[in-house]
């Protein structure tokens, strides 16, 4: 199956991250080996993408010992563990407030049809 330079070109991140058909790989192949344009663009895309994952890795690189990598996710625990207790705490409220409305509101149609009863 040929295909264009732009169907190429569109499929080039599909294909380099190995998430293609086996049809689609082999179109894109059979379309490098015999384009040098495309084949040019492939090179300095993926030429891209192996820079990037090096920035990636040495960008990241934290020396830590065990204990202070457990201090992290302990203080991160801490933090999520708040956060949550703080969102349950908020929908209580809420749930309260929004029962009182209800009851309220219950109250007052109660009300109003004994006086009107009368």
Known sequence: MEITCDIAMDLVDVYT??????????????????????????????????????KKQTCFKVETSPCAADELIADSMTKVSKRLRRRRIISIVCSCISIAIVLASAVIDLRSILSDSD
Do not use: I
């Open 17 to 54: 991250s190995r998430a293609a058909s086996e049809d689609t790989e082999t179109a894109v192949r059979d379309h490098l080996k015999s384009c040098k344009e495309c084949r040019r663009f492939y090179d300095g895309y993926k030429k891209s993408l192996d820079e990037e994952k090096k």
